[in-house]
């Protein structure tokens, strides 16, 4: 198993449980490992046979940025589903980290895993 990744891809969306939160834009950003294997495309040195990351990271950035939600798990949650479903990634690592969300922290956020990772 060969893993693409994408670190953070940083998109302001309309995220919270709050009501100033819900007319607002806030930032988060997305750490995503995606397995692939990249025996293909190593070998063609084509796009047309790998991962293509930036199609990836583009269609994510048209989704979060339109998208409303309350919560940091939804939305993880349906940017895996689109990673997995739209792009046929088998497994699936994504990072959400609310940036700002609580004073004095880093950050905030989840990680979730889904998919099956490949031997």
């Not at 990351?53 to 940017?79: D, N, W």
């Not at 990673?83 to 922290?105: N, Q, S």
């Amino acid at each position: 198993m060969d893993i693409v990744f994408i670190r953070q891809l940083r998109i302001e969306t309309t995220i919270g449980i709050y009501d100033w939160e819900k007319q607002i834009k806030q930032p988060v950003v997305l750490d995503i490992e995606m397995a692939t294997d990249n025996t293909r495309p190593a070998a063609t040195d084509r796009i047309e046979d790998t991962l293509d990351y930036k199609a990836i990271s583009k269609r994510l950035k048209e989704f979060v940025g339109a998208s409303r939600f309350e919560l940091v798990e939804t939305l993880a949650e349906r940017c895996a589903a689109i990673i997995r479903d739209e792009f046929g990634v088998p497994w699936v690592r994504l990072t959400l980290d609310k940036v700002g969300a609580v004073t004095d922290a880093a950050g905030v956020g989840v990680i979730i895993e889904r998919g099956e990772r490949p031997a």
